[in-house]
C-alpha cells in the first residue's frame, strides 16, 4: 500500500477568492473529451444525484448505483426543516462572511476554514438553481421566497417547503437526473449495492455490486468513483436515520485505503420523538424549526405528574431561556440535546416513562393564532399524533435527542477527493464542512453544494490528468479478486448457521453504542466499549443465523453485511473518542467540561482533523493528522448565552 | 394486544404465491404496523423460517417504500397515512388482519410483499422535470410565484410515489401519480417553456404502463398525502389542449 500523505490541497490567497482562483487553475476536460470519461456514483441522495445528473449534463459517461428501488427514496428524502444560504433577502446582516462564521464557530471550531467558507459562497447558487427545478419554497404573498431562522444563528437564512424541504430538494435533483437517464447520459442501476471498491496502483478503478434482485454479484469500472452514500448513525441502531441507511460503501472504501476521519463527531438531534417501547425500530424526528414557536420546559417539580396544561407558569423550567437567555430555545443541537438529558438524568423527564422534556406551542398559538402555526407546522404536527395519539395543538409535544446525522467521515481534501486518488466522497459520507457539530439546514446545502457546484469542477481537474487512457477493464486481477471477496463474504453470511439474526445483533451493537459513545463519554466507558465491541463481533461471526438463499431478495443477507461493518466502523468511533481528550460539538468528554457543565475544548493539543488508516483486520488504526488553521475566526469558547 | 397476520408469501415473480397465517402476541398499541412485521419476522427467523419481504425504508412517511394492501386498503384504514406511519391502535385487539402487496399489473411482484414500481420512473423520465443544466439559473427572487401558485404546487409536489393510487385503483390506472407531477411543474411559472410537451409526453408513457382512469376516486381516499383529483382533471385539460398546442408549435398545426 502507498504510505498516506495528508494534503487538504486548499489554494493560496485570500478566503473570499480561494474557490474563484482555484477553479480558473483547475484543468479542463473539453466537451469532445469528457464522453470518452465515464464516472461511477454511488448513491442517489441530494449529493449523488446533483453529482450524477450535473456530471452527465456536462457530458461525461455516469453510471448510478442505489440500492432503493427508485433514487427518489435516498434518505435525503426525510430532511424536514430547510436549507440555509447566504441570500440575505431578510436585510438582516446575512453574508457570506456570516454564514461561513456561523458554520465554523456551530461546528466548535473544528473544521476547515476554506471548505465553509466556499460552503457558504456557493449557497445562494443552490437556491437559485432549485427554483429554477422547480422546487416550491415557501413564499410571501408577493411572491417572493421566505425564510426561516435555525438553530445557533441570528438571521433568517432558512429556505424551506413546508415541512417537506428534503423531499422537494431530492425530487428536483431526482428529476434532473432522471432527465439525463431519457437523454441516455446516466445508466441507472436500482436495487444495486456497493459492497467494495477495486483499486489499482492505488487509484480507484471501480466497484463490485450486488443486485439484491437476483443476488448477481458484478464489477463496474470507471475512470472515478464518486461515493454519496450518507451517514453511520445506524450504527447506534435506534436513530432517526431510514432503516436501510448504512456505512458500507465507505467502510468497504476505507478498507482499501481511505481514511476515516472524526469518527467520534456524531450528531445527537434535541428534538425527537422519545422511544415508547422495547420493539420500537427506529426514532423520528420533529424538525428543529419547532424550535422557532415551540418553547422547551419541564416542571420544577420531579414529582409534579399533573398534565402539562394544568402546571401553572411559575411551576415551570424553560430552562434554556433561563441558561442561554441570548439565544433561548434556539441554541444549536449538541447544546439544546446535552440540556434535555441534564433534565431527564435528575428526572425531571415528562411522559410516561418520564423519557422527555415538553415543547410547548400554547403560546405561539395564542399569539399567532392556530392557522398560522398549521401553516408552517401542519404536517409535524399530524406526524406527531399519528405516533403518539396525542394532539399537539392541545398538548405540548414530548421530544427527546436521538442520533440524526454523523460529522465524521470519509477524510478528503479542499477538492472532495479522498486520499486514495480518483474517489471522491460528497454529503454526509465526507467529514469536510461541519466540524464537530452540523447546524440545522446545513445537511442540505452541504450535499447540494458537493454535488451540483463543487465535484462537477473539481473532478475534472482529476480526470484531465487520465486523458488518453481507457478505465481499467474488470478483467484486471483486482476486480476479479474483490469479486471474490464480496462473494466468499455473501456465503459465509450464509453458511454460519447460528441462531441470532442481524438485527438482534444489531440492537445489542447499538446499545453499547449509545451507552458509551452516546451524548457524554468518558474513559472507562470507551475503554469498556472497546473490550464490548470486538467480544459482540466474534460472537456475530459464530453466531449469526441468516435464512435463505443469496440469488433472491435476501433482507437478512443485506443486513448481516452491513452489521458486520458497523462493527468495525463503531470499534474506530470508540478509539477516536478516546484519543481526543477534549470536548467539542457533538463529542462530549465528561473529563472536560466548565463547571457549569459546557463543553471544554483544547485547542493547543486537539486543533486537528484525526483521519485514521486501515491496517488489517487484527491491527487498531494508525491515526494521521491534518492541523486545522484559523485565520478568519478567532478561536473562541462558544457560547450562546 | 394479539393478531392473527394472512400474509401472502410468494417465492419470486414466476411463483403462484399463497397465504400463511402468523400469530402476532406480546403487541403494544404504541406499535407502529411495520414493527409488528418485525417482531414476526424475528419469530419466524427463531423458528428457522424465511421472514417476510416488505420493502420500507425511512418509517416516517415521506420515502415512499413500503406499501400494503392491509385488509384489502392500501396502506390500511387511517386516512393520510403510509404503512409505516399506521399505528397498531388503530386495529381492534384479536383482529385477523390480512396483509397483501400493491396488486396492479404495471406492479408485478418481486417476492413476498415487494413489488417492481420502476414504470414510475419512466413516467418521470418522459418529461417529470424542467429542463435547466446546473449553472444556468437566474437569482430566484427575479420570478416572484405568487403564494398561491407556489402553495398549490406544492400540494402536488407532496407525493411520495408509493403507489398506493394504482393498488387502490380498480383500474390500476396511475393518474393521480402522473397528474400529481404533471401539475407540480405545469402550475409554476418555471415550468411553462415544457407544459405541453411534458403533459403529452407523460400522459402517454403513462398509458403504456396503466389502465385508464373511470374516476372512482380512489385514489385520492388512498392517497398518504391526500392529494386531490382536482389535478387529474387539470392534467386531462392540459392534455387535450396539449394536442393542439403541440401540433401548433411544430408548425403542424391548422391554425398558426
Not at chain 1, 82 to 109: C, E, M, P, W
Not at chain 1, 444 to 451: E, F, N, V, Y
Not at chain 1, 469 to 495: C, I, K, N, W, Y
Not at chain 2, 147 to 152: E, H, Q, R, T, Y
Amino acid at each position: 500500500m502507498t504510505p498516506v500523505t495528508l494534503d487538504s490541497h486548499i489554494p493560496d490567497g485570500p478566503i473570499a477568492e480561494k474557490w474563484e482562483s482555484h477553479r480558473f487553475n483547475m484543468r479542463l476536460v473539453n466537451p469532445a473529451n469528457k464522453r470518452r470519461f465515464e464516472v461511477i456514483v454511488v448513491g442517489t441522495g441530494l449529493a449523488g444525484a446533483s453529482a450524477a445528473a450535473t456530471m452527465a449534463e456536462l457530458g461525461y459517461r455516469v453510471k448510478v448505483f442505489t440500492f432503493h428501488d427508485s433514487p427518489r427514496r435516498a434518505h435525503s428524502i426525510a430532511a424536514q426543516g430547510g436549507i440555509n444560504a447566504a441570500k440575505n433577502y431578510q436585510n438582516d446582516g446575512d453574508s457570506h462572511f456570516r454564514l461561513f462564521y456561523d458554520t465554523v464557530k456551530g461546528g466548535d471550531f473544528r473544521s476547515r476554514e476554506a471548505n465553509v467558507y466556499r460552503l457558504a459562497q456557493v449557497s445562494v447558487d443552490i437556491i437559485d438553481q432549485c427554483v429554477a427545478q422547480g422546487v416550491p419554497f415557501a413564499r410571501e404573498y408577493g411572491g417572493m421566497l421566505e425564510n426561516r431562522s435555525f438553530g445557533g444563528v441570528q438571521v433568517s437564512r432558512t429556505f424551506y417547503a413546508r415541512g417537506q424541504t428534503g423531499q422537494q430538494l431530492l425530487l428536483g435533483a431526482y428529476q434532473a437526473l432522471m432527465r439525463q437517464v431519457s437523454l441516455g447520459n446516466v445508466e441507472l442501476h436500482p436495487r444495486t449495492e456497493m459492497l467494495d471498491l477495486v483499486t489499482v496502483d492505488g487509484r480507484a478503478t471501480g466497484v463490485v455490486v450486488r443486485d439484491l434482485i437476483t443476488g448477481e454479484i458484478t464489477s463496474h469500472s470507471g475512470h472515478a468513483v464518486v461515493l454519496a452514500t450518507g451517514g453511520y448513525g445506524n450504527v447506534y441502531y435506534l436513530s432517526t436515520n431510514a432503516k436501510k441507511s448504512n456505512a458500507t460503501a465507505a467502510w468497504r472504501a476505507h478498507k482499501k485505503g481511505a481514511l476515516f476521519a472524526n469518527a467520534c463527531y456524531t450528531q445527537i438531534h434535541p428534538t425527537c420523538i422519545p422511544a415508547s417501547d422495547e420493539f420500537q425500530s427506529k426514532l423520528t424526528l420533529m424538525s428543529e424549526s419547532l424550535r422557532n414557536d415551540g418553547r422547551i420546559w419541564v416542571p420544577k417539580d420531579p414529582e409534579d405528574t399533573r398534565p402539562a396544561d394544568q402546571i401553572p407558569e411559575d411551576d415551570r423550567d424553560y430552562y434554556l431561556e433561563r441558561q442561554y437567555p441570548s439565544f433561548g430555545n434556539l441554541v444549536p443541537r449538541d447544546v439544546a440535546s446535552r440540556a434535555a438529558k441534564r433534565q431527564v438524568d435528575t428526572g425531571r423527564g415528562v411522559g410516561p416513562k418520564k423519557n422527555g422534556v415538553y415543547l410547548d406551542f400554547a403560546e405561539a398559538i395564542a399569539r399567532l393564532g392556530h392557522d398560522v402555526i398549521e401553516e408552517r407546522y401542519g404536517n409535524l404536527f399530524e406526524m406527531y399524533e399519528r405516533i403518539t395519539g396525542e394532539d399537539p395543538y392541545r398538548m405540548p409535544m414530548r421530544i427527546y435527542p436521538a442520533t440524526h446525522y454523523t460529522m465524521g467521515g470519509l477524510w478528503v481534501d479542499y477538492n472532495l477527493m479522498s486520499n486514495v486518488p480518483g474517489l471522491f466522497v460528497l454529503g454526509e459520507a465526507n467529514f469536510s464542512d461541519h466540524g464537530a457539530n452540523r447546524l440545522g439546514a446545513s445537511a442540505l446545502m452541504q450535499g447540494l453544494a458537493d454535488g451540483y457546484f463543487i465535484l462537477p469542477y473539481t473532478i475534472g481537474d482529476y480526470l484531465a490528468g487520465l486523458l488518453g487512457q481507457p478505465a481499467v477493464p474488470t478483467s484486471h486481477e483486482a476486480f476479479v479478486e474483490a469479486q471474490r471477496g464480496v462473494e466468499d463474504q455473501v456465503r459465509q453470511f450464509l453458511s454460519i448457521g447460528g441462531n441470532r439474526s442481524p438485527d438482534d445483533f444489531h440492537r445489542e451493537l447499538g446499545k453499547i453504542v449509545w451507552d458509551k459513545i452516546g451524548m457524554e463519554r468518558d474513559r472507562a466507558g470507551l475503554e469498556q466499549a472497546l473490550r464490548d465491541i470486538p467480544a459482540l463481533k466474534q460472537e456475530f461471526y459464530r453466531d449469526l443465523r441468516v435464512l435463505g438463499t443469496g440469488d433472491t431478495v435476501n433482507d437478512s443477507l443485506e443486513k448481516a453485511a452491513r452489521v458486520a461493518d458497523f462493527f468495525e466502523l463503531a470499534e474506530l468511533m470508540a478509539r477516536d473518542a478516546l484519543h481526543r481528550e477534549e470536548s467539542c460539538g457533538g463529542h462530549f468528554r465528561v473529563e472536560h467540561q466548565y463547571e457549569d457543565g459546557e463543553a471544554k475544548r483544547d485547542d493547543e493539543n486537539f486543533s486537528y482533523v484525526g483521519a485514521w488508516e486501515w491496517t488489517g483486520p487484527d491491527t487498531p488504526q494508525v491515526l494521521h493528522k491534518e492541523e486545522l488553521e484559523f485565520e478568519h475566526v478567532h478561536l473562541a469558547t462558544r457560547s450562546y448565552r | 394486544m394479539k393478531f392473527t397476520l394472512k400474509v401472502w408469501r410468494q417465492a419470486g415473480p414466476a411463483d403462484k404465491g399463497h397465504f400463511e397465517t402468523y400469530d402476532a402476541e406480546n403487541v403494544s398499541d404504541e406499535m407502529s404496523f411495520l414493527e409488528v412485521l418485525d417482531v414476526v419476522n424475528e419469530d419466524l427467523i427463531r423458528d428457522g423460517k424465511e421472514p417476510i419481504q416488505f420493502d420500507h425504508d425511512c418509517r416516517e412517511g415521506i420515502c415512499g417504500s413500503c406499501g400494503l394492501m392491509i385488509n384489502g386498503q392500501a396502506h390500511g384504514p387511517q386516512r393520510g397515512t403510509a404503512t409505516c406511519q399506521l399505528h397498531m391502535r388503530k386495529f381492534q385487539d384479536g383482529e385477523t388482519i390480512v396483509v397483501e402487496p400493491w396488486r396492479a399489473a404495471a406492479f408485478p411482484v418481486v417476492r413476498d410483499l415487494v413489488v417492481n414500481r420502476s414504470a414510475f420512473d419512466r413516467i418521470v423520465e418522459a418529461g417529470g422535470y424542467i429542463s435547466v443544466n446546473t449553472g444556468s439559473a437566474v437569482e430566484a427572487n427575479m420570478l416572484p410565484v405568487p403564494k398561491a401558485v407556489s402553495d398549490a404546487a406544492m400540494d402536488a409536489a407532496a407525493c411520495i410515489g408509493c403507489g398506493a393510487c394504482v393498488a387502490a385503483c380498480p383500474n390500476g390506472a396511475a393518474q393521480l401519480f402522473t397528474a400529481a407531477k404533471i401539475q407540480h411543474l405545469n402550475l409554476l411559472p418555471q415550468g411553462q417553456a415544457e407544459r405541453w410537451s411534458r403533459t403529452e409526453n407523460m400522459v402517454e408513457t403513462m398509458e403504456e404502463y396503466f389502465g385508464s382512469c373511470t374516476m372512482h376516486r380512489e385514489c385520492e381516499a388512498a392517497c398518504p398525502k391526500v392529494i386531490s383529483i382536482d389535478f387529474i382533471s387539470y392534467m386531462n385539460r392540459d392534455y387535450v389542449k396539449a394536442k393542439t398546442v403541440n401540433r401548433n408549435l411544430t408548425g403542424q398545426g391548422l391554425s398558426q
